[in-house]
């Protein structure tokens, strides 16, 4: 792995249902992110974690959880999929929070039906 | 509320110069940031300024006023590969990202 990465890299799912988007980074950063990009709107923020064994709340939470068991892995759960929750999905993460440049996935492009 | 406005698209030839603004409105600062991202792809890190004034880096320069809210990327010497949506974002004083929407830049020959 180099670098960072999502799985899948897309996905039509009907909603109600649960899916679990994945992301892993080898860059031994401490902290990650995960953004929804939808058009015509800036990139926004939906749970972050700064370190292992935490998260927190970004933006537009709900309808997300997110886990961070281990340095690398921080994967973002739809329990039941929404139409709105429609977007492409992008997992970065940095050295730390705060004025850090931000390294981003190749993204997930959800289609919820 | 927090707000970052910029251009929604902007229109340039191939060698001239195009300058990119951005202003922001946020809960605290600690930091303008500009991406890159070209269609279909990820963001990728441009530049970061923290203190007024220019910032150069090879053919792209960053510009930030604190006291005007205000920054922009300027690119010089423009290529076709420099077409692409160009986000403005500023770091709250809860070290969050806020983002604009982005400038889709066309180049053309």
């Known amino acids: 792995i180099a670098g960072i990465t999502q799985a899948p890299t897309s996905q039509i799912l009907a909603a109600g249902r649960r899916m679990t988007l994945r992301c892993t980074q080898d860059m031994r950063h401490n902290a990650m992110y995960w953004y929804r990009q939808d058009l015509g709107l800036g990139l926004r923020l939906i749970h972050y974690s700064n370190t292992a064994g935490t998260t927190g709340k970004g933006e537009v939470p709900d309808g997300y959880s997110v886990s961070r068991a281990n340095t690398d892995d921080f994967p973002l759960t739809l329990a039941s999929a929404v139409p709105s929750q429609t977007s492409v999905y992008f997992c970065?993460?940095?050295?730390?929070?705060?004025?850090?440049?931000?390294?981003f996935g190749p993204g997930t492009r959800l289609t919820v039906l | 509320g927090q707000n970052i406005d910029q251009p929604t698209e902007m229109t340039a030839t191939e060698g001239a110069i195009v300058q990119i603004n951005c202003t922001y409105q946020t809960s605290g600062f600690n930091g303008l940031f500009w991406y890159q991202q070209h269609a279909g792809e990820a963001p990728t890190f441009l530049s970061y300024n923290v203190l007024d004034g220019l910032e150069e880096k090879g053919r792209f320069s960053s510009f930030l006023s604190r006291s005007k809210g205000y920054s922009y990327l300027l690119l010089k010497e423009l290529q076709m590969k420099d077409s692409a949506s160009y986000l403005c974002a500023s770091m709250d004083s809860n070290y969050q990202l806020i983002w604009g929407a982005g400038t889709k830049l066309i180049i053309k020959p």
């Open positions: 970065a993460s940095s050295m730390g929070r705060g004025a850090n440049e931000q390294f």
